[in-house]
């Protein structure tokens, strides 16, 4: 009985042995090993989605292409670096394979390692003791429990969820035992940032995998980011500086030109701060640099015009430097400045196959082109050729007021005092009262004075001091106060806030509301305030979020770096606004002692007159009256101008004087009227 118990426990054990041991039954060739379900996976990749574009119509890195590393949250991360961020489009779906219930132990490290989808039975065990064959207790993945965790983060990303999918990588992030996994994790949130629309906020977190150096995997996908981060913020000089800092590595074919024209950006805006505190030679190097990239961007990309009006703008800082008409005239540099501007003109021409986006920016850079051939003209007295140049400029677009009042210092040199009277009731009407042309009044008096118009003249220059001497009072004040470069911007951004929220303003609101418009016409402070502005915005959108969101250590800590870059743009602006109202007080005080000179002469001019009558025994006459004509060509309409404006007529006046010097030629000069 004994012997036969023995039987048949031996029996019952080898039965027992069959039914548990089916691994060596199946071959390692016929394993779901990673290798394989790439494989597999890879014919399952469903298709991309079309998402929205970046502004200048370039879709992020992981929409336009899919990589095997992200095509599902199981998926095995490639072993080195991709030029193409390996992410699956947003919102795809993709779920993760069910895995292979079973694997060899043999393979389980390597699984691990890899990240492969085989059965992870390498964990601890009592000696002699089966694994425990229970789904809940073994990663049934094969990948380990830290490394689920940030495959549950890209799930979140890949269904939209984006939110939860930067709060679960950060978590990975803040775990010092995680380290291997941390660079994935940023990524995972910087992308995630992104999606949210706080771009400021993705682009502190793309900048810490870049300061970990290129031998990490996301380095140059990373470097990618930049260009569609910069495209989506209203100041691309925000990440200038992040850009110029990895000059030196290769950037992907796709983003080359880009990348030279960011960088050419770069250093003309470098070039441009160190002319102003007088380090000449450094400046050079600058500006030089901006040539060498611009020659290394093709004529036919798309980002050649601007490149090549930095280059113009370069040799014109080249060929105006220390120099007089005649010598800028003959200088090689000016030439080159006015050639490279034609180009621009040229291949900003309206026509051919763009989007509206590209029609934008076309004719924006067409304009700029445009006045900076003028200008180039006027500091070459080349003046009519100036004046042709300043007419190019389309009404109502952004360059129109300048090119109207720099225009009417033109047509004054060349004696066409009417067109540049018509030019100056444009720009006092009502429709543009806030904006800043002091120097328009000094014109309108002079021009009065060279007609012997003095009692007109007088009464211009009583109005130009009594609206801008508290102005340059007020000017005078800011600039002498010892104060923190932070401080100045802060003055202005509170004439900004009364302004968004309608507040009741003083008269010294209203003057240093001048000197906002006035300090906002520095074109570099115009769009570091933008940046400012759109920071405090971001920083805001925080409080819309979901509350557990709003409320996460992620954002406790993404709102004190918006902080901190925050408080480096004001002191930017500070600094920049310090210059500029140093610069505009300079001017100011120049225009006022101009204005004191024409009254003086005025003054003496009427002195001589009424001694030439005195000595005469009565009247002499100092002006004579203008024979005129109403006759005006075909497409006009002669209409007399009597105080009012009309929308449709800014821009068209002709101002006809009625009366001017007694020794002028007075041949169809009248009454004192406009025209359209």
């Given at each position: 009985?004994?012997?036969?118990l023995?039987?048949?426990?031996f029996a019952?054990?080898?039965?027992?042995?069959?039914?548990?041991?089916?691994?060596p039954?199946?071959?390692?060739?016929g394993?779901?090993?990673?290798g394989?379900?790439k494989?597999?996976k890879?014919?399952?990749?469903?298709?991309?989605?079309?998402?929205a574009?970046?502004?200048?119509?370039?879709p992020p890195?992981?929409e336009?292409?899919?990589?095997?590393?992200?095509?599902?949250?199981?998926?095995?991360?490639?072993?080195?670096p991709?030029?193409?961020p390996?992410?699956?489009?947003?919102?795809?779906?993709?779920?993760?394979?069910?895995?292979?219930?079973?694997?060899?132990?043999?393979?389980?490290?390597?699984?691990?390692?890899?990240?492969g989808?085989?059965?992870d039975?390498?964990?601890?065990?009592?000696k002699?003791?089966?694994?425990t064959?229970?789904?809940?207790?073994?990663?049934v993945?094969?990948?380990?429990?830290d490394?689920?965790?940030?495959?549950v983060?890209?799930?979140?990303?890949?269904?939209?969820?984006?939110?939860?999918?930067?709060?679960?990588?950060y978590?990975?992030?803040?775990?010092?035992?995680?380290?291997?996994?941390?660079?994935e994790?940023r990524?995972?949130?910087?992308?995630?940032?992104?999606?949210?629309?706080?771009?400021?906020?993705s682009l502190?977190?793309?900048s810490?995998?870049?300061?970990?150096?290129?031998q990490?995997?996301?380095?140059?996908?990373?470097?990618?980011?930049?260009?569609?981060?910069?495209?989506?913020?209203?100041?691309?000089?925000?990440?200038?500086?992040e850009?110029?800092?990895?000059?030196?590595?290769?950037f992907?074919?796709?983003?080359?030109?880009?990348?030279?024209?960011l960088?050419?950006?770069y250093?003309?805006?470098?070039?441009?701060?160190?002319?102003?505190?007088?380090?000449?030679?450094?400046?050079?190097?600058s500006?030089?640099?901006v040539?060498?990239?611009t020659?290394?961007i093709?004529?036919?990309?798309?980002?050649?015009?601007?490149?090549?009006?930095?280059?113009g703008?370069?040799?014109?800082?080249?060929?105006?430097?220390?120099k007089?008409a005649d010598?800028?005239?003959g200088?090689?540099?000016m030439?080159?400045?006015i050639?490279?501007?034609?180009?621009?003109?040229?291949?900003?021409?309206?026509?051919?196959?763009?989007t509206?986006?590209?029609v934008?920016?076309d004719?924006?850079?067409?304009?700029?082109?445009?006045?900076?051939?003028a200008?180039?003209?006027?500091g070459?007295?080349?003046?009519?050729?100036a004046?042709?140049?300043?007419?190019?400029i389309?009404?109502?677009?952004n360059?129109?007021?300048?090119?109207?009042?720099?225009?009417?210092?033109?047509?004054?040199?060349?004696?066409q005092?009417e067109?540049?009277?018509?030019?100056?009731?444009?720009l006092?009407s009502?429709f543009?009262?806030?904006?800043?042309?002091?120097?328009?009044?000094?014109?309108?008096?002079?021009?009065?004075?060279?007609?012997?118009?003095?009692r007109?003249?007088?009464?211009i220059?009583?109005?130009?001091?009594?609206?801008?001497?508290?102005?340059?009072?007020?000017?005078?004040?800011?600039?002498?106060?010892?104060?923190?470069?932070?401080?100045?911007?802060?003055?202005l951004?509170?004439?900004?806030?009364?302004?968004?929220?309608?507040?009741?303003?003083?008269?010294?609101?209203?003057?240093?509301?001048?000197?906002?418009?006035?300090?906002?016409?520095?074109?570099d402070?115009?769009k570091?305030?933008?940046s400012?502005?759109?920071?405090?915005?971001?920083?805001?959108?925080?409080?819309?979020?979901?509350?557990?969101?709003?409320?996460?250590?992620?954002?406790?800590?993404?709102l004190?770096?918006?902080?901190?870059q925050?408080?480096?743009?004001?002191?930017?602006a500070?600094?920049?606004?310090?210059?500029?109202?140093?610069?505009?007080?300079?001017?100011l005080?120049?225009?006022?002692?101009n204005?004191l000179?024409?009254?003086?002469?005025?003054?003496t001019?009427?002195?001589?007159f009424?001694?030439?009558?005195l000595?005469?025994?009565?009247?002499?006459?100092?002006v004579?009256?203008?024979?005129y004509?109403?006759?005006?060509?075909?497409?006009?309409?002669?209409?007399?101008y009597?105080?009012?404006?009309?929308r449709?007529?800014?821009?068209?006046?002709q101002?006809?004087?009625t009366?001017g010097?007694?020794?002028?030629d007075?041949?169809?000069?009248?009454?004192?009227?406009?025209?359209?």
């Open positions: 009985m004994i012997r036969s023995r039987l048949l426990r019952l054990l080898g039965l027992a042995l069959t039914w548990a041991m089916p691994a039954a199946q071959s390692f060739e394993l779901d090993l990673p394989s379900s494989k597999k890879k014919k399952a990749t469903p298709k991309k989605k079309k998402t574009k970046g502004k200048k119509g370039t890195p992981e336009e292409e899919e990589t095997p590393a992200e095509s599902s949250p199981l998926a095995t991360p490639p072993a080195a991709t030029t193409t390996p992410a699956a489009p947003a919102g795809s779906g993709t779920e993760a394979p069910t895995p292979s219930p079973a694997a060899p132990p043999a393979a389980a490290p390597a699984a691990e390692e890899q990240g989808l085989g059965l039975l390498s964990g601890d065990t009592n002699g003791t089966a694994p064959m229970s789904f809940d207790a073994v990663d993945s094969g990948k380990t429990a490394r689920q965790r940030l495959d983060a890209i799930s979140f990303f890949k269904n939209d969820e984006y939110e939860q999918s930067s709060m679960v990588a978590e990975i992030i803040k775990d010092p035992k995680l380290a291997a996994l941390h660079t994790a990524y995972v949130v910087a992308k995630a940032l992104y999606r949210m629309g706080l771009y400021h906020s502190g977190e793309f810490k995998i870049l300061a970990e150096g290129p990490t995997k996301y380095f140059k996908t990373s470097l990618e980011w930049l260009f569609f981060i910069s495209r989506k913020t209203k100041n691309e000089t925000v990440i200038l500086d850009i110029a800092r990895y000059a030196n590595y290769e992907p074919e796709k983003f080359r030109n880009e990348f030279r024209y960088l050419a950006r250093h003309f805006v470098r070039g441009r701060a160190l002319d102003q505190v007088g380090q000449v030679d450094a400046a050079d190097k500006f030089e640099e040539k060498r990239l020659l290394q093709p004529r036919t990309d798309i980002f050649y015009p601007r490149a090549k009006y930095l280059e703008l370069s040799y014109f800082r080249n060929g105006s430097k220390n007089t010598q800028r005239r200088d090689t540099s030439v080159a400045s050639e490279a501007m034609k180009e621009v003109v040229r291949l900003t021409r309206p026509g051919g196959v763009k509206a986006e590209q934008q920016l004719q924006s850079l067409r304009e700029l082109a445009f006045m900076q051939l200008r180039t003209h006027y070459m007295q080349q003046n009519r050729y004046i042709f140049y300043f007419n190019k389309e009404r109502g677009t360059q129109w007021l300048e090119s109207m009042f720099e225009g009417s210092w033109a047509n004054y040199r060349v004696g005092y067109q540049a009277l018509g030019n100056l009731i444009t006092s009502p543009f009262r806030e904006e800043y042309f002091p120097e328009a009044l000094i014109l309108k008096a002079v021009i009065y004075y060279e007609n012997c118009r003095y007109e003249s007088s009464l220059l009583q109005d130009f001091e009594r609206t801008y001497l508290p102005v340059h009072e007020q000017l005078e004040l800011l600039v002498k106060k010892e104060m923190d470069a932070s401080e100045y911007y802060s003055v951004a509170e004439v900004q806030k009364k302004n968004k929220e309608g507040q009741a303003k003083n008269g010294t609101d209203i003057i240093l509301e001048r000197i906002l418009r006035l300090a906002l016409t520095d074109q402070l115009k570091t305030n933008d400012i502005l759109e920071l405090e915005s971001e920083m805001d959108a925080f409080a819309e979020k979901g509350d557990t969101f709003k409320y996460s250590e992620l954002t406790k800590e993404l004190e770096g918006l902080k901190v925050r408080t480096g743009l004001i002191e930017k500070g600094i920049m606004s310090k210059g500029k109202l140093e610069t505009e007080l300079l001017a005080k120049q225009l006022l002692a204005g000179r024409i009254k003086f002469e005025t003054t001019k009427e002195k001589e009424l001694e030439e009558q000595k005469a025994g009565g009247r002499t006459a100092i004579k009256k203008y024979r004509s109403v006759a005006v060509a075909d497409d006009q309409l002669y209409w007399p009597e105080g009012e404006y009309w449709d007529e800014l821009g068209t006046y101002y006809t004087l009366k010097c007694i020794e002028r007075s041949a169809n000069r009248n009454v004192e009227t406009a025209s359209e």
